[in-house]
């Protein structure tokens, strides 16, 4: 009886998390987009920066908290499980939505550098951890990466984007209400992954499973809810820039920043499964990803159906 009650109380917690991410995501994404908006930032590049990186901030919470309160093993497998889900569950099912045409500069400037994030982070995980130096690497290369960005920002025209485009509430200025509500977007991040990481653990090591499924699987998911969310709202309202952008940009900062603060702060270890399965199913997922984008110029329909029956092969392979 006690432990039914016990697991009860887990799964409460694990649905608050999740719910806690999620609107922690939308405050966050909200007012970093009115905040992009005030600055008059493209749409392409408020894509891959700023919606992405707020979107970033639960993967970035998650991994933090696990790595110095629980195991380094939830943060790497939420992070790599997240950039598959990315790929397979976000713009899969945003393409099944509608089909994505793909901006040529996210294409040509932006995707280079998630395939090299991903390379980089299996050629630095060989040898079976992330530490310090590897860490400094990958902060060096998302410092370059953020330059150029701003290189290109200061390169071209910052057209503003109106409002309606990006479904957000008010009018084309910065306000204290946008930098409150980006305040309670953070701590319902902090809190909600807090509450995801008890009760997720906690549920799945009642059944039987491993911390690293935990963070590929229930993790990972939650942690990709608000980039879900964002996509598939930007697809509906034929903002396919944002879309595809997000998920570039979110897979860009889950390792560049998100795993390059951590192994800084704290050693990651990699487990020998993750080098085996979780690392080449990363390479594929953004393998094929990269190929459909580049192909037409377009993610259509049936190339969001397969990227969604391949992540659904990849977890049904973790059970």
Do not use: C
Not at 107 to 127: E, N, S, Y
Request: no cysteine; charged share 10%; net charge negative.
């Amino acid at each position: 009886m006690a432990s039914s009650v016990l697991l009860s109380v887990d799964t409460v917690l694990l649905l608050l998390g999740v719910a806690a991410l999620y609107v922690g995501a939308e405050l966050l994404v909200r007012a970093a987009s009115r905040l992009a908006i005030g600055f008059g930032v493209r749409a392409a590049v408020v894509g891959v920066t700023v919606v992405a990186f707020a979107t970033t901030a639960p993967e970035l919470a998650v991994a933090l908290l696990s790595g110095f309160s629980y195991s380094t093993d939830l943060g790497i497998g939420a992070i790599v499980g997240s950039n598959i889900a990315n790929i397979g569950l976000v713009l899969g099912i945003s393409a099944l939505v509608r089909p994505l045409d793909v901006d040529e500069g996210v294409l040509v400037r932006h995707v280079p550098f998630m395939v090299a994030a991903a390379a980089l982070l299996v050629l630095l995980g060989m040898d079976g951890r992330l530490g310090a130096f590897d860490g400094v690497v990958l902060l060096a290369v998302l410092a370059v990466f953020t330059g150029y960005l701003l290189y290109r920002i200061r390169a071209s025209r910052p057209d503003a984007i109106p409002v309606e485009e990006v479904d957000v509430d008010g009018v084309n200025t910065v306000s204290a209400r946008d930098v409150a509500l980006l305040l309670a977007g953070l701590v319902l991040l902090l809190v909600g992954s807090r509450w995801l990481i008890q009760g997720g653990q906690s549920v799945l090591q009642a059944y039987g499973f491993d911390e690293r499924f935990v963070g590929l699987t229930v993790l990972a998911f939650g942690t990709s809810l608000p980039e879900l969310a964002a996509s598939i709202v930007s697809a509906v309202k034929g903002e396919s820039q944002f879309s595809i952008g997000n998920v570039v940009g979110s897979n860009i900062y889950n390792v560049l920043a998100v795993l390059g603060v951590l192994s800084v702060l704290v050693p990651v270890g990699v487990p020998v499964e993750t080098l085996a399965f979780d690392f080449p199913a990363l390479v594929a997922f953004t393998v094929v990803g990269v190929a459909l984008m580049a192909y037409g110029r377009t993610v259509s329909r049936a190339d969001g159906a397969v990227l969604v029956v391949g992540y659904l092969a990849f977890f049904s392979l973790l059970l």
